[in-house]
Each structure stands twice: as structure tokens, then as C-alpha cells.
């Protein structure tokens, strides 16, 4: 790696490890971070590793067939009473805007950010970045976010526009590095007018057989952009949704993938860590689910939010426990999503020297 390039703190996601009997016990009790997916269903891309092209195209049919769909947007005032709720917990958890979807779209988005950052949460996005122009990179960094992921996946124009499939068939390649510049302009501007901006900006590839041999180059392009860090990870099944291009043999027992290549299954650690607040209904509901991979399916919701309890209440209620029994022995039903999912092989642990999302917001 060039000297330029060492400026870059690399993120690499690597095959995990199981989590020791010390981490099992840390892990009871409250979430480290939560998921705020804000919209479901609507983006401004099509990717080709992503459940949601074939989603959307569900529910435009659905609408057309004049049946009831969720709402495309999170109501803002009930994730605001849930905020204030997890605001009262010990420890403040970090807060991931993931979306099954793209979150800029959510036309309260930065209301969003200001009201997690007044109550001093820390808050990072992940967005595809199109939507991030100078005035919404402005508004997010004075409503003060933690950080902002953008993932762009490919250093070349021609390759983004097969792993950054748009709906339309426009490239968004030069307008996504041309905001992630101005980003990082308008961050410096505002540090040099006397302004205290802690904004972490990163980069985002997904690592797949396309994009392998040019790690370097997106390197190199994310040093030039001024960036701080770039995250890169392997594909990941969504819960057994998507493919899974670069996993290894599996072993399936009873209908349970048992073993992956030469590695016996471990629990995942999403039951334990981490817990997701998604849109719910027309009635302004919020769904509590413990899966961020599981994009809307009900098989990993826990509750309605505020109709079925606290968030806490819902997050250590008899269903929780009994799919946090199940995980740390291995009786996975054969009926539940995770029977065919692989994602617990490298999302358990980063490796000693890696740091996970919720640890670079922090």
C-alpha cells in the first residue's frame, strides 16, 4: 500500500471465529446498537446482490392489484417516542440508519439525524450516496452525524454501473464520487469557519468476484476523495435470500446448514447485539425485528412498537429468549429463515485488529 493509501484506515470483514463463553455472558441484557431501516422498499438503484429490485416490483404490482402494502416511510413522531425510550437505557446504544432501502429518500431524514444527535446519540448512515448533494451533506453535517457510509463497491465507471445497477440505466458513478468530494470539502470548510464537525466519512465495497483484483485502486480512489476510512465485506446471503456466490460448500442436516467449508456453525450474534426498528403499518406502528439481514419478513419480528410494549420489553420478551436458546445450542427449527443462512460465518467477529460499524460511530 502507498504512502497516500496508508492514510486510510481499511475495514476488512474476514472469516469470524465463535464467540468465547466471556462474550456469551456480555452479550445478555440490552443491544449495542439498533437498526433504524426508515423506508422498505424504495430506492434509486437496482442491485444485482440486492433482495430489493424484485421487492419493489412486488409491491408495484400489489398497489396496482389495489392490495394493502406497508408504508414506504417510517413515521418520524413514533420512532421519536422509541428514541426517547432507548435514550433512557444505561448505556446509549449506537444507531445504524441502514433502510431496507435507500434513507435519503425519507423526506424527514435529517430531522431524524438532529433528534438522535440532541439526545446524544451516536448516528451513522449507510446511503448509496446519489442523493447526496451539497445541501444534504450540509444539513447532515450540522444536525452533527456521527458518520456517513457511502457505498460506491467499484473504483471504474463501467464496473459501477453492473454492481450499481440503476432503475433508469444511469450511470451514477461521477455524480456519487462528485458528492462524496464535496462532503468532504464542505466538512473541511465548516472545520476551518471554527465549527466542531466529528463526521466520519467512509467508503463501502462489497467484495465479490467482480471487484476483488481492484481493492487497491478503490484504496486509492477513496485517498484521493479525502475519506477516512473504507469498510470492505464479502457478500452476504441476506438470511438465506440472495445468493451466495462466494461461500464454500455447505453441509445440511434436517434442513439446517450445519457446517460451512471446514467451519462447524456458531451463534450469531444479532439475537445478542443488535436490534432493528422497520416500518410497520399505516397506523404509524413500528416493527421490532432482531435480523437486519431479513429485510421485511415477518419470521424475524419480535413486536409492534408501541402496540406491543417497550422496545425493551420486546427485546428481552419469552420469543426473544427462546431464539437466543436455540442459537447458542444449535437447534435451529428447520421451519426458521436461519436453517439456510450463512452470514453468521464472518459477521460474528471482525478479527482483533477490525472494528465493527457500531465501533467506528462510537
Not at 465463535?18 to 422498505?40: A, C, F, K, M, Y
Not at 408495484?60 to 394493502?68: N, P, Q, S, V
Not at 402494502?69 to 444507531?95: G, H, N, Q, S
Not at 424527514?108 to 448533494?133: A, E, H, P, Q
Request: hydrophobic share 35%; net charge neutral; aromatic share 6%.
Amino acid at each position: 500500500m502507498s504512502a497516500e493509501n496508508s492514510r486510510i484506515e481499511v475495514l476488512r470483514t474476514t472469516l469470524g471465529e465463535p464467540p468465547t463463553e466471556l462474550e456469551i455472558r456480555h452479550w445478555q441484557g440490552l443491544p449495542r446498537s439498533v437498526n433504524l431501516d426508515v423506508v422498505e422498499n424504495i430506492c434509486n438503484l437496482a442491485c444485482p446482490h440486492c433482495p430489493l429490485p424484485e421487492r419493489m416490483l412486488a409491491r408495484t404490482k400489489a398497489l396496482h392489484r389495489g392490495e394493502e402494502v406497508r408504508p414506504p416511510f417510517m413515521d418520524a413522531r413514533v420512532l421519536f417516542r422509541a428514541l426517547d425510550e432507548i435514550a433512557t437505557w444505561p448505556t446509549k446504544p449506537a444507531l445504524q440508519l441502514t433502510a431496507n432501502g435507500e434513507p435519503l429518500m425519507h423526506p424527514r431524514i435529517v430531522d431524524i439525524v438532529k433528534y438522535s444527535t440532541d439526545r446524544n446519540f451516536r448516528i451513522g448512515m449507510t446511503t448509496n450516496g446519489i442523493l447526496l448533494d451539497d445541501q444534504m451533506a450540509l444539513q447532515l453535517l450540522q444536525a452533527n452525524i456521527s458518520m456517513i457510509n457511502v457505498s460506491v463497491d467499484s473504483p471504474r465507471e463501467d464496473l459501477y454501473s453492473i454492481v450499481r445497477k440503476s432503475q433508469s440505466g444511469t450511470n451514477y458513478f461521477q455524480t456519487v464520487i462528485k458528492n462524496i468530494s464535496n462532503l468532504v470539502n464542505r466538512r473541511e470548510l465548516m472545520k476551518k469557519d471554527g465549527r466542531k464537525v466529528g463526521t466520519k466519512i467512509m467508503m463501502n465495497m462489497i467484495l465479490r468476484p467482480e471487484t476483488e483484483g481492484i481493492v487497491d485502486e478503490f484504496v486509492k480512489l477513496a485517498a484521493k476523495l479525502g475519506v477516512d476510512s473504507v469498510s470492505m465485506r464479502p457478500l452476504n446471503s441476506n438470511a438465506g435470500l440472495t445468493g451466495q456466490e462466494n461461500v464454500d460448500e455447505v453441509k445440511i442436516v434436517d434442513g439446517v446448514i450445519t457446517e460451512m467449508g471446514n467451519l462447524k456453525r456458531w451463534p450469531c450474534h444479532f439475537p445478542f447485539l443488535r436490534v432493528s426498528l422497520a416500518v410497520g403499518n399505516e397506523d404509524g406502528q413500528i416493527r421490532v425485528t432482531w435480523c437486519p439481514h431479513g429485510w421485511d419478513r415477518q419470521e424475524f419480528d419480535i413486536g409492534m412498537f408501541p402496540e406491543d410494549g417497550k422496545v425493551e420489553e420486546l427485546w428481552n420478551s419469552p420469543k426473544m429468549q427462546e431464539i437466543r436458546k436455540n442459537h447458542l445450542s444449535q437447534t435451529i427449527p428447520t421451519d426458521s429463515p436461519c436453517a439456510k443462512c450463512t452470514d453468521w460465518h464472518y459477521i460474528t467477529r471482525t478479527g482483533k485488529d477490525q472494528k465493527t460499524y457500531a465501533d467506528i460511530i462510537r
